[in-house]
């Protein structure tokens, strides 16, 4: 098996550099004889049409420790010691021991005090500080090396809490360290009587660290003999995004994006494998300690739930964006609750919007208030199900939910998982989901996908798309521009499609179960695949006025264009911005014609940008964060009629700054 990954690998390798050379070769040809094409822009405001107000927006999913490890700050994995299972003793991972066993016997139990999370962890220790049977220097216990390592930063503030239970005396230090133990970044040593921790008692306090370390653990260790009780350890950095627990410079990349939506919690993570491992809205809100967590069967690794529906409506209010709740609809993906015995989950459903928009005396909305949230989220949107309309019962569940979730909620606009064809009277639907995963070059083919979609309602949701397979990588050039086409075309088509969102969007690099993603990240460091960078050419155009464009070239069909009118919110000057995607290998000049514009051409405040690279095999990496990311540039001799020429693979804005309308809006 190890022989034929290394040949596959290879084949792939060869392949990336044969492409990479026909590229060059290819450029080089054509240097001098780049085709002339016609970009015309109909820019009066008869013909013009408004962009939806949240057509771009970002999709999250727990995979690829997105969140647990990710998005969400906490330090600690595993920190109550639930996911080695119910039964115990039971695995503890990634959970290590300091010490040996003649100095300490470390195992789980079943005597925690939170109910739904019934596991400790009990130390017993065997050494003491007495010479005749010492501990080693530095005592033992246990240690946590977080998600491949825990991020301390020098001067931060880390709030530390655990639940402490002991049939002695206790002293026992928490302290933050480098990897192998030796460097202490900070401590805090716990002290109290046999009476003080007689029962389990809560100890919270903060650590602020002297040193930088981006591989750190998490120690708990003592050199006094007795048995020591643990659970719920949390280490919770204090400076996260607008003080909510996220991570601040993944979710300050999410925020530069300028979001319009956020659905969540996922696609296969909301169903599961299996029913019992889907996610249940009302096991993941409430204290925090008081979460059972659950096995992330769908991507392989276990979650807290500290990322639960509170904390997702959050992140979706503290980014401006409209949340889009994806719910389990009583299927997993080896399961299927029939419609007779859907009533329960319906109801479910039905208290989870009620958590997210009920007053704080509603039973939902007080817990939702006890949270620190007594004003309502603005939840319009209810996704039912993750593309499941091929499942015996999901027609019939599906109207359960509708009916019930309308009869409430009225003004919720529902998503079904069916097709447009199927959508009817008897089997209504606000919106339609649909997904693209394919190759670039059908990517880019796609940009007509809607362009025969009958007009009228329902519109669909593109809530998942991405170009996968060889020319992928782990998040390419070529992947990114025929990403941006697809795009331009659901601009263009925008009168029929609501919305838009990629996938999946983060990957943590030490767990890449999915390739490519927006955003990879690890521990410490960050950086923007291409179509990360490319969504930024978008970011403007929810809510904006779409232009007719037309492109005139002969012999080469590897062009597609927009054209939107938006204003800058800071200052409320009004642009004029022409995307062009290049996804060929021949540079082209274009003379650009822009036809009754209501008003005139700033001659300053021109901005050109350009996403390109000098191959489209070409990625991001840590080491090369930005090789492939936007190049902003000036423009002059800019008019209605102007010249402009785009390179080969490319995807370039042009950004003209509008002279004010009578009426300030055009």
């Known amino acids: 098996m190890s022989v034929q990954r290394a040949n596959g690998a290879s084949l792939l390798h060869a392949l990336v550099v044969v492409c990479a050379l026909c590229w060059a070769l290819s450029s080089w040809c054509a240097e001098g004889q780049n085709p002339n094409g016609q970009l015309s822009v109909d820019a009066s405001p008869q013909n013009a049409r408004k962009i939806p107000d949240k057509m771009f927006g970002i999709f999250f999913e727990e995979i690829n420790h997105a969140g647990a490890g990710g998005l969400w700050a906490e330090l600690v994995s595993n920190r109550g010691f639930e996911a080695g299972g119910p039964n115990t003793p039971s695995n503890i991972d990634p959970w290590l021991i300091i010490g040996d066993e003649s100095s300490i016997?470390?195992?789980?139990?079943?005597?925690?005090?939170?109910?739904?999370?019934?596991?400790?962890?009990?130390?017993?220790?065997?050494?003491?500080?007495?010479?005749?049977?010492?501990?080693?220097?530095?005592?033992?216990?246990?240690?946590?090396?977080?998600?491949?390592?825990?991020?301390?930063?020098?001067?931060?503030?880390?709030?530390?809490?655990?639940?402490?239970?002991?049939?002695?005396a206790v002293s026992l230090t928490v302290s933050l360290t480098s990897s192998d133990g030796l460097q202490k970044l900070a401590a805090h040593t716990i002290t109290g009587s046999k009476k003080t921790f007689a029962?389990?008692?809560?100890?919270?306090?903060?650590?602020?660290?002297?040193?930088?370390?981006?591989?750190?653990?998490?120690?708990?260790?003592t050199s006094k003999s007795g048995v020591v009780w643990l659970d719920q350890v949390s280490v919770m950095p204090m400076d996260t995004y607008m003080g909510h627990g996220f991570r601040k410079d993944l979710a300050s990349m999410l925020a530069n994006l300028k979001p319009r939506f956020l659905k969540f919690p996922g696609g296969n993570y909301a169903m599961g494998n299996y029913l019992r491992n889907a996610f249940w809205w009302?096991?993941?809100?409430?204290?925090?300690?008081?979460?059972?967590?659950?096995?992330?069967?769908?991507?392989?690794?276990w979650t807290d739930d500290g990322l639960g529906f509170f904390e997702f409506l959050q992140l979706s209010e503290d980014l401006g964006a409209s949340p889009v709740w994806v719910v389990n609809d009583g299927a997993s993906l080896n399961e299927e609750v029939s419609t007779k015995t859907i009533a329960s989950l319906v109801k479910d459903v039905v208290n989870g919007i009620e958590f997210a928009r009920g007053g704080p005396k509603t039973t939902w909305g007080s817990v939702r208030a006890a949270m620190g949230h007594p004003e309502p989220f603005k939840l319009d949107y209810v996704s039912i199900g993750n593309q499941e309309c091929w499942m015996l019962y999901y027609r019939g569940n599906y109207q359960k939910f509708y009916s019930a979730i309308k009869s409430a909620y009225p003004d919720i606009n529902i998503i079904s998982s069916c097709d447009r064809p199927t959508i009817s009277p008897s089997n209504p639907a606000d919106l339609y989901d649909v997904h693209v995963y394919t190759s670039s070059s059908n990517m880019f083919s796609k940009a007509s996908m809607f362009d025969n979609t009958p007009r009228g309602a329902p519109k669909a949701i593109v809530s998942e798309y991405a170009v996968t397979g060889n020319d992928a990588g782990k998040g390419t050039l070529v992947a990114a521009l025929a990403e941006a086409a697809f795009l331009i075309g659901l601009e263009r088509n925008s009168d029929v499609v609501e919305m838009a969102s990629c996938a999946p969007l983060f990957v943590n690099d030490n767990d890449r179960r999915w390739n490519p993603d927006a955003i990879v990240f690890n521990s410490w460091q960050h950086y923007g695949c291409p179509n990360y960078w490319m969504l930024h050419f978008f970011k403007e155009s929810s809510g904006a006025t779409l232009h007719p464009t037309a492109i005139q070239i002969s012999n080469y069909d590897q062009l597609v264009a927009s054209a939107i009118t938006w204003q800058n919110a800071k200052d409320r000057s009004t642009y004029l911005r022409i995307k062009v995607v290049n996804f060929g290998n021949q540079a082209v000049d274009l003379n650009i014609s822009i036809a009754e514009l209501p008003t005139g051409i700033k001659k300053s405040g021109?901005?050109?940008?350009?996403?390109?690279?000098?191959?489209?095999?070409?990625?991001?990496?840590?080491?090369?964060?930005?090789?492939?990311?936007?190049?902003?540039?000036?423009?002059?001799?800019?008019?209605?009629?102007?010249?402009?020429?785009?390179?080969?693979?490319?995807?370039?804005s042009f950004d003209l700054l509008l002279e004010p309308s009578k009426h300030d809006s055009i």
């Open 282 to 301: 009302s096991e993941t809100v409430g204290p925090w300690e008081e979460r059972p967590g659950h096995f992330n069967d769908a991507w392989g690794y």
């Open 199 to 221: 029962k389990w008692t809560k100890i919270e306090f903060h650590l602020r660290s002297n040193q930088n370390n981006t591989n750190s653990r998490l120690q708990l260790t």
């Open 606 to 652: 021109l901005k050109q940008t350009v996403l390109t690279s000098s191959s489209p095999l070409d990625e991001n990496s840590f080491q090369q964060p930005e090789k492939v990311a936007p190049v902003l540039s000036p423009m002059v001799n800019v008019g209605q009629q102007m010249g402009a020429s785009v390179g080969p693979y490319s995807l370039t």
């Open 105 to 168: 016997i470390v195992e789980t139990d079943r005597t925690s005090c939170f109910e739904r999370n019934p596991v400790a962890l009990r130390m017993e220790v065997l050494c003491a500080s007495k010479k005749t049977n010492a501990c080693p220097s530095g005592g033992v216990g246990v240690y946590n090396p977080g998600y491949w390592g825990m991020n301390i930063e020098k001067g931060k503030v880390y709030k530390v809490s655990l639940h402490i239970r002991s049939s002695d």
